[in-house]
């Protein structure tokens, strides 16, 4: 069962392995990234910042797409952790039972604007979190659990 999708650049770190961990009683993280399963610097990383007793995934976009669809995740209580509003959008369109998505932190880049504490998104992302939204998906910004939820659709 997925609890929430979170788009954070940093992907596994000290916030979203403890706070976010905990308060959502998550039993596993799946990491869907292109990059990091390649990457043994990031991979190892990420590693050390995995919680114990937690299960720690690590997939690329397709592999983590493919998993959930096959329901070998069915048994856990999932967090997943992507990089980008992009990468969420991807998931969260190819595998419907994603309907919750927290936008964490995007880094701020030539072109994007802020639309929250740590979020900067391009007109691009901006496009997709709304067909999100359109479809059903719940998009929320916060940082950590106990920050006040502000809905993407108050500030886009």
Known sequence: MIILTRVDHRLLHGQVAFSWTQSL??????????????????????KLAKPQGVKLVIKNIEDSIAA???????????????????????????????TKIN???????????SIGKAVNVLPAEEELLKKLVDKGVEVEIRQVPNDKKVNVTEVL
């Open 25 to 46: 009683g998550a039993d596993c993280i799946l990491i869907a990234n292109d990059d990091v399963p390649n990457n043994e610097v990031r991979k190892t990383t990420i």
């Open 68 to 98: 959930l669809k096959s329901g070998v995740t069915d048994k856990y209580k999932l967090f997943i952790v992507v990089e980008s509003v992009g990468d969420a959008y991807k998931l969260a369109e190819a595998y419907t039972e994603i």
């Open 103 to 113: 936008l964490g932190g995007t880094k701020v880049k030539e072109g994007t604007r």
